[in-house]
């Protein structure tokens, strides 16, 4: 594939009073993981809703393979995966039924016994999703996002409320699907996950880009604007806490 | 490893879901099959035959002659008869559980409440049994052949009644409550990330309700039939005609009521604002002939009045399917409406 998986400039989504994303403007390389990075209320979830063409924006560009909403709808969501953040599966249905569901909209892809194997849930299969812990509900979402052989995987915050173990086992499938030369573009809160897993990140705050590039790049560039004030290694969380300010935002 | 696509038919997949969870959930099925059988066996026996007022309880005054005037009476083989002093004999015609009042004297005085039909009758028929025995003859030979005639009775009103109730709710919730559900959870939106149809989600809905109106008609009729006699006169074919027609309406309301819901609580006040007028005018309980001429006209275009005047017009009076085609015809505009108009509200994101 030529050109970026993703691109989107000039992205305004504004409602009645308040402006969720003010000109933000991204481009995700295809076959890399991109990490949406900033605080709540950041936009981050506002822009991924645009970009999967959940919602209409108000102003700007957006760019699926190359592809605009609209006419071209069907097509991108053939080729694109998305986990979205909260979702809730029906409590009464079984791993194996939902995932079915989900592979039954995809044109192609994966039996759904495959697609259980892949995110380590097939003693689970039987299972209704209501017994099922966060990690595995995340793991059933992301075989949800991988029904179709998606080019593209979008998972909003794939791993919040989940305990380490759960975080780092999403964070190798993650790779894994990286590795198989899917374009992944996530967000997160956690700056080591986003170092980890990322090979670029978007730091958004008030609905713009403030930062953009290699997690390495920025702890870099960090280390040569700020003073650092311990001798450990700076990380990607300064930077963070750096750009964003230290206090408390009031979501 | 990719799998050929006709194995996973979305529009199948989904309602097989859809069946998955209506079954699943204890309390669906409470409301579906525990609840409209408790309602049909308590009011069936509540309202049973026997225990309308009886024409027959005559009390004769205990006073000089009550003896001779309570043996003519007891001569008429269906006159059951009480001797009371008269202060409790007035309570019970008060209280209704004495049709009339026979004081001996000259004359014999009948009291009694001419409001009252089983009074009526029991004047008549007390009446007759003292002229004859003092001696009068009837110049005509009568005979009297007793039936009791199924259909008439208050639980053959009230199974159609309950029919139709449990096809509206089968339809407000089970399709109103149940989008605004996986419009909570996000599963809505999940669901519109991937090539899904938007027309075989809503189809999805549809097509699972009416593939549960056997089960929410069945068991309930099955129950009548072995509990009280309440049989079909009309054909089955016609009474599943009907119900179809019905729960496509009620599917109809059930996705405009879910099209902007976002809360539950919204859903709830819509899915109460659709049902609990419906229960009262539409004739479920009682005839909506209780109601004023002028409000007739209204009544009769409610979907539910069509669906359950429908119903007992195949159930007791044994009309064909043409001859319903006047509230088919109610259902089928209440139908084409609200899906017009869900569609064009519906909030998918």
């Not at chain 1, 994966?110 to 209501?130: C, D, F, N, R």
């Not at chain 1, 780092?168 to 374009?183: F, K, P, S």
């Not at chain 2, 409550?177 to 996986?182: F, G, T, Y």
Request: proline share 6%; net charge positive; glycine share 10%.
């Amino acid at each position: 594939m030529t050109g970026p998986a993703v691109d989107v400039s000039g992205l305004v989504k504004r409602y009645r009073q308040v402006t969720a994303v003010d000109g933000l403007d991204l481009s995700v390389q295809a076959g890399e993981c991109f990490g949406l990075l900033g605080p709540n209320g950041a936009g981050k979830t506002t822009t991924i809703e645009v970009i999967v063409g959940l919602l209409e924006p108000t102003a700007g560009a957006v760019r699926v393979f190359g592809r605009t909403w609209g006419r071209d709808g069907r097509d991108i969501r053939s080729r694109m995966g998305v986990a979205l953040q909260e979702a809730r599966f029906p409590e009464r249905l079984t791993v194996r039924e939902v995932v079915t569901q989900f592979r039954s909209f995809y044109p192609k892809g994966p039996s759904p016994e495959a697609l259980i194997g892949q995110v380590g849930l097939s003693e689970k299969s039987a299972e209704w999703t209501v017994r099922l812990s966060g990690g595995q509900r995340q793991r059933l979402a992301l075989a949800c996002a991988l029904a179709g052989d998606p080019e593209l995987l979008v998972l909003d915050e794939p791993t919040t409320g989940l305990d380490p173990q759960a975080r780092l086992m999403i964070g190798e499938l993650v790779l894994a699907n990286r590795d198989r030369g899917r374009t992944i573009l996530l967000s997160t809160h956690y700056m080591e996950e986003a170092e980890r897993l990322c090979d670029r990140v978007a730091v958004v705050d008030r609905g713009k880009v403030i930062a953009l590039g290699a997690p390495s790049a920025l702890i870099g560039a960090l280390g040569r604007e700020s003073v650092v004030e311990t001798i450990r290694r700076a990380t990607l969380e300064d930077v963070y806490v750096s750009l964003t300010g230290r206090r408390l935002r009031d979501e | 490893m990719n799998e050929p696509p006709v194995r996973y038919n979305a529009l199948i997949q989904m309602i097989l879901c859809r069946w998955r969870e209506s079954l699943r959930q204890p309390e669906g099925i409470f409301w579906t099959f525990v609840f409209p059988a408790l309602l049909a066996v308590a009011l069936g026996v509540a309202f049973r035959g026997n225990a309308r007022p009886d024409p027959s309880a005559v009390v004769v005054v205990q006073d000089a002659g009550a003896e001779a005037v309570a043996a003519s009476l007891a001569r008429d083989g269906g006159l059951k008869v009480d001797r009371l002093p008269r202060g409790e004999a007035d309570r019970r015609l008060r209280a209704g559980k004495a049709a009339i009042l026979v004081i001996p004297g000259d004359p014999v005085t009948f009291r009694f409440d001419p409001d009252r039909p089983e009074s009526v009758l029991a004047r008549h028929a007390a009446d007759g049994a003292l002229q004859r025995a003092a001696g009068r003859r009837d110049p005509v030979a009568v005979a009297f052949q007793p039936v009791t005639e199924q259909g008439s009775r208050y639980i053959d009103f009230l199974v159609p009644g309950l029919l139709g109730m449990n096809l509206m709710g089968g339809g407000v919730w089970g399709i109103g409550w149940v989008i605004v559900e996986m419009r909570i959870r996000k599963l809505l939106k999940l669901q519109l990330t991937t090539p899904m149809r938007r027309r075989d989600f809503l189809l999805s809905h549809i097509l699972a309700r009416l593939a549960f109106v056997p089960i929410e008609t069945v068991p309930l009729l099955l129950l009548a039939r072995g509990l009280f006699g309440v049989s079909t006169a009309g054909s089955y074919a016609a009474l599943a005609a009907v119900s179809l027609a019905g729960a496509f309406a009620f599917a109809g309301i059930g996705t405009l009521v879910a099209s902007r819901a976002q809360s539950s609580n919204v859903v709830m006040g819509l899915i109460n604002l659709v049902t609990l007028p419906s229960f009262v005018l539409s004739g479920v309980f009682f005839s909506t002939s209780r109601f004023p001429d002028f409000v007739q006209p209204l009544l009769r275009v409610l979907p539910l009045t069509a669906l359950v005047d429908a119903l007992r017009g195949v159930m007791t009076d044994g009309a064909s399917v043409a001859a319903v085609s006047p509230q088919l015809l109610v259902l089928g505009v209440w139908s084409l409406l609200s899906f017009l108009l869900a569609l064009k509200l519906f909030r998918w994101s």
